[in-house]
């Protein structure tokens, strides 16, 4: 499987390369702004996403609106909580941080099955 990553905070998207790398997956990015998430989500080939909501002060909701229309899985990575969201995403698929790398996995897997 290979998961785009969009997430400012440098340390956790290392984190997040090596866990899902440790689980068999391959990456795209990390991304650290809405605009390069954005430009890469178009051209590269990927399975899922992995979104932080908020990169460096834009909402990632308009790629994940994006993702929605092209039929793209994706997972908030977040510390806000569901209510938090607009009302669209609030059944989004979710990982608060700081994340389990376990329960990370658990959550692919449960998204990727959905989606096949």
């Known amino acids: 499987m ?27 990015g990390p991304f650290s702004t809405l ?3 954005t430009r890469a989500s178009r051209f590269e080939r990927f399975d899922l996403a992995i979104l932080d909501i908020n990169l460096n002060g834009d ?7 994006e993702l929605s229309e092209r039929g793209v899985p994706f997972i908030f990575l977040t510390g806000y909580i569901a209510a938090d969201l607009p009302e669209r995403f609030r059944r989004s698929p979710q990982i608060t941080k700081p ?5 990370l996995i658990r959550e692919i897997q449960t998204v990727a099955q959905r989606a096949d």
Do not use: K, N
């Open 59 to 65: 909402r990632v909701y308009p790629l994940a609106d």
């Open 2 to 28: 290979r998961v785009l990553i969009a997430e400012d905070e440098f340390l956790v998207g290392i984190q997040l390369e090596e866990d899902l790398r440790s689980a068999g997956c391959s990456t795209v």
């Open 35 to 37: 605009e390069t998430a």
């Open 99 to 103: 994340h389990d790398p376990a329960a």
